[in-house]
């Protein structure tokens, strides 16, 4: 713990995460351990990740560029509901090849969050009013399981491949 210059006790930080446990006596010994801990990977810092995973603005782009894609997919005439996962791939495919940093965790949200949306809309709007919101009752949480988990596969794939082929495209012969 430190004395901060309203005379409080504070506590460090970095004395939490160290290996053993032990808090800083004074500031010179608690800048030295906290920098010390750091570079030694305490107990929990090494679980801990070192930055941000998830950018809100990252994946709000992600999904605006995974609807583009479910949707020009899905207008493709006579291949309908198939041409949505194409859509979907080649949205993620694209993100993967061009993105300098994977961002999985983004796409499969995204490709899940506007798949199963697309299914639940797609029934709604299939069908007269009244039998579709039978059948939404009925089976509403079987139809969006299936459009999530089929646009998590699909944007997890194309996001694959798209990181698989920047690789290949970028590494050093």
């Not at 005379?7 to 032990?22: F, I, K, N, Q």
């Not at 089929?150 to 698989?164: K, T």
Request: proline share 3%.
């Amino acid at each position: 713990m430190q004395r901060s210059k309203d005379g409080t006790e504070r506590v460090d930080p970095a004395s939490l995460l160290d290996e053993d446990g032990s808090g800083s006596g004074d500031v010179a010994s608690g800048v030295a351990e906290s920098d010390a801990a750091s570079t030694s990977g305490g107990r929990l810092r090494g679980r801990l990740p070192s930055g941000p995973t998830v950018s809100i603005r990252s994946f709000l782009v992600v999904l605006a560029l995974l609807l583009v894609g479910l949707f020009v997919g899905g207008s493709i005439p006579l291949v309908g509901a198939v041409g949505r996962f194409v859509g979907l791939f080649a949205a993620a495919f694209a993100i993967g090849l061009g993105g300098s940093r994977s961002r999985y965790l983004e796409v499969g949200l995204a490709g899940a969050l506007a798949s199963g949306a697309a299914f639940v809309l797609g029934t709604l709007t299939s069908v007269f009013a009244p039998i579709a919101v039978s059948v939404l009752a009925d089976y509403g949480l079987a139809i969006a399981g299936v459009g999530v988990v089929s646009g998590l596969v699909a944007s997890l794939a194309g996001h694959y491949f798209g990181r698989d082929l920047r690789d290949g495209l970028t590494r050093e012969i």
